[in-house]
Every structure is written in structure tokens, then in C-alpha cells.
């Protein structure tokens, strides 16, 4: 029985050992976040990382200036979560890459806007002019729709709204000349063309305001921004805190003051 009861005693040691680095290891307790410059990195500096660090977390956040690099960086594990995208183009970029990424909470964006130096309203559009617009496939589309909400063209009868480019354009009585430009660059070519199409968060990051501009998008659900994780990352418990702080009542009052104008999802109106 001795014999027998040690070798339980060693058993059940040498299964307590095993289990020890799971069962008893640390919470992940240091965060790094990423975003795009202007109101998104904002978002995060004002409205979460302050929540999160009330948590016992440990905060650091980093900008980005173009949309490839954030997720790239989440993918390679340098980001825990990122905030810069809508759904769309997280799932297609994803899909392009092979990369298994995966949003976990929508949050609001700064709409998208027409903006122009030279003129102060759609009426002083000339036939020729040139119109700067974001060059990545998802935003892309998103520009072609949102002029033709405002008259300038019409995009071909059956054409996915989501993935439209100039080349689904059936209709464009001014000749208008549509230049797409990687987004981070198009408030720089407001000296050129007539009127540029700019997201809101570059608009925002260059010293433009919404109120500035000539039109703004009324921001379907499906562009408004999401926060993206790996996949495997989705159901930790600091994911859940992430998309806690999101939620609170701290982060809502924080758009009321700084973020007023932008697209919000349900849950934050």
C-alpha cells in the first residue's frame, strides 16, 4: 500500500507539472494596437487604450500610414488588433494574402468625403474635370457608388457595388477624368484636381474638416470600420476586454466630445 500510494503521490506531481505552464500561466497583460493615422489612431489613444489600462493592461499603440502595413503587421503577430478597415476589405485582403484574420466589433469611421480647393460646391463643375479617388479595389468602389449617389456618373446596371472600378463606370456625361491614387496621398492632390475623394481619416489626419467638405457619405454598415484580430486570437479573454472597452459608456462619451459627425454603428448611437 506504501508502494502503491507513492506512486499515486509521483503521478499526480508529475500531472500537476505538465498542466502548470497552462493551467497556472500568466494572462496576456501587454497589448499593442494599430491604426491609421487621424481619427482612428485617436480613437484608440483617447477613447480605449485609457480603459484598458484601468484593466491591468499594459498599452502601446502605433500608426500607420497606408492599409496594407496594419495588417501585415497583425498577421505577423507585432499587432494584437488593429482599427482602420471595414469588413470588406479586411475579408478581401485576408482572402488575397491567405492571411486568417478576423473582426470581432464594428466602430465608427469618419465618413467619406468630397473635397475640393477650387471650387465651393458641385454646381461649379466643369465637363473635363479631374477627380481624384482611393485607389484599393474596396475603397475604390465605395467612391464610384458615393458619386453616383451625387449625379456625377452611373456604374453599369448589375455590377457588384462593392467591387466596382472605373471600368464599370456606363455613364459619365461631364467626361470626367477619375485618377485613383493610394488613399493616404489623395489629400495631397487637392492643389491638381478639381474635387478629391478623401476617407475620413486621412481628411482628418491632413487638417481637413467634415464640415469642409462639398459632400459627405451617409456610411452604410458595411464600410464602417471594424476591429480585426487573428483568428485564433478572437475568443481570448483580452479580446473580449478590447471589445469591452468598445462598448463602455467611457469610450461612447469620448465620441460625443472629439468624434462628432462620424458614422457610428448601433450599438454606439
Do not use: C
Amino acid at each position: 500500500m506504501k508502494i502503491l500510494h507513492t506512486l499515486l503521490a509521483a503521478t499526480l506531481s508529475l500531472g500537476l507539472a505538465a498542466t502548470a505552464p497552462g493551467a497556472f500561466a500568466q494572462e496576456k497583460k501587454n497589448l499593442t494596437l494599430g491604426a491609421t493615422a487621424g481619427p482612428n489612431y485617436d480613437q484608440l489613444k483617447l477613447g480605449i487604450k485609457p480603459i484598458l489600462e484601468k484593466k491591468g493592461y499594459s498599452v502601446k499603440l502605433v500608426e500607420f500610414n497606408d492599409y496594407v502595413q496594419p495588417n501585415l503587421a497583425l498577421a505577423q503577430g507585432s499587432l494584437d488588433a488593429n482599427l482602420f478597415q471595414h469588413i470588406i476589405y479586411l475579408k478581401k485582403f485576408a482572402a488575397d494574402k491567405g492571411l486568417n484574420l478576423v473582426d470581432v466589433i464594428k466602430a465608427p469611421i469618419a465618413p467619406l468625403g468630397l473635397y475640393s480647393k477650387k471650387h465651393k460646391s458641385l454646381a461649379e463643375l466643369k465637363d473635363g474635370d479631374r477627380i481624384t479617388l482611393p485607389n484599393d479595389p474596396s475603397n475604390l468602389a465605395r467612391a464610384l457608388v458615393f458619386l453616383e449617389q451625387n449625379g456625377l456618373l452611373k456604374v453599369k446596371p448589375g455590377t457588384d457595388p462593392l467591387k466596382a472600378t472605373e471600368k464599370d463606370v456606363s455613364e459619365n456625361p461631364r467626361k470626367l477624368q477619375l485618377t485613383p491614387i493610394e488613399a493616404a496621398q489623395l489629400p495631397r492632390t487637392l492643389d491638381d484636381a478639381a474635387f478629391v475623394v478623401i476617407n475620413g481619416n486621412f481628411a482628418i489626419a491632413s487638417g481637413l474638416k467634415l464640415t469642409e467638405a462639398i459632400a459627405l457619405e451617409k456610411t452604410p454598415e458595411h464600410y464602417l470600420n471594424v476591429v480585426a484580430v487573428k483568428t485564433e486570437d478572437q475568443n481570448k479573454a483580452w479580446t473580449q476586454d478590447i471589445v469591452a472597452a468598445f462598448k463602455s459608456p467611457e469610450y461612447k462619451a469620448v465620441l460625443d466630445k472629439h468624434f462628432q459627425g462620424y458614422s457610428r454603428p448601433a450599438y454606439l448611437r
